[in-house]
Nanobody
Framework: QVQLVESGGGLVQPGGSLRLSCAAS????????MSWYRQAPGKEREFIATITSAGGRTSYAHSLKGRFTISRDNAKNTVYLQMNSLKPEDTAVYYCNAFRNQGDSYWGQGTQVTVSS
């Protein structure tokens, strides 16, 4: 049974940091590129970052590069998203995604991040 379980979300003040984790099971994690997305209320799901299966390359949404960092630990079947200098507009549900090819992709249930004073 495939599972992607996000954790690490919560309430943080503007300017603060959070590190999200996404623990994977039920598939060969090291064979999949991993990505983070987010969806704010009333908005489309938005791409944040992706990391290749071996972790050698990363790519970011232009507007978020420099504040967010994606990484992975294939020994722990986990992908991370370090988020710094958080802003109220970063408030959203954050999702991880595993992708190998068309039709072979999985989503987690999401974790809520709220940035507010």
């Amino acid at each position: 049974q495939v599972q992607l379980v996000e954790s690490g979300g919560g309430l943080v003040q503007p300017g603060g940091s959070l590190r999200l984790s996404c623990a994977a099971s039920g598939f060969t994690f090291r064979s999949y590129a991993m990505s983070w997305y987010r969806q704010a209320p009333g908005k489309e799901r938005e791409f944040i970052a992706t990391i290749t299966s071996a972790g050698g390359r990363t790519s970011y949404a232009h507007s978020l590069k420099g504040r967010f960092t994606i990484s992975r630990d294939n020994a722990k079947n986990t992908v991370y998203l370090q988020m710094n200098s958080l802003k109220p507009e970063d408030t959203a549900v954050y999702y991880c995604n595993a992708f190998r090819n068309q039709g072979d992709s999985y989503w987690g249930q999401g974790t809520q991040v709220t940035v507010s004073s």
